[in-house]
């Protein structure tokens, strides 16, 4: 196997403009990876919480308990769509206390997602600005 961890990406370092424009935006990755192969940036973890290999969080708070699994991508993209109800436009994407956020998954900016929800409550990705499965009581 390929780096002996079946999880390898290619990988295409550049500034150079000739490359980046026919990419599109959305696919362009500020990556870092840790010891652990995940890449966290100024994000909060509290303890307990478990990010998996390849895991992307950026600009997030990740609750007790909660996992980030294989190559899911919290606080995803360049749209800061605020959530209207709460009125949060910081760019902070918040993951309630054990929750599992299965793997490959996009969660955009600025979302809360509830507490205590597992991996089968997922549809697909979140966009941003949205509540999800958020009750009185998160």
């Known amino acids: 196997t390929f780096a002996g961890h079946h999880d390898a990406q290619a990988i295409v370092a ?3 403009p000739s490359l980046l424009k026919r990419v599109p935006p959305e696919n362009i ?3 870092r990876l840790n010891a652990d192969r995940q890449t966290v940036v100024k994000s909060i973890i509290l303890p307990d919480a478990v990010i998996e290999a390849g895991a992307v969080v950026d ?3 990740i609750d007790k308990g909660a996992v980030i699994g294989r190559f899911a991508h919290v606080g995803y993209g360049a749209d800061y769509t605020p ?3 709460i009125g949060l436009n910081t760019g902070i994407t918040v993951i309630g206390k054990s929750t599992i956020i299965p793997p490959d ?3 955009g900016r600025n979302v809360v997602v509830g ?3 597992t991996d089968d409550k997922f ?3 979140i966009k941003s600005g949205t509540l999800f499965n958020v009750e009185a009581t998160d």
């Open 14 to 16: 550049t500034h150079a």
């Open 29 to 31: 990755r500020y990556l």
């Open 59 to 61: 600009k997030c708070i």
């Open 83 to 85: 959530i209207k109800e």
């Open 105 to 107: 998954i996009k969660i």
């Open 115 to 117: 507490s205590d929800l």
């Open 123 to 125: 549809n697909g990705d």
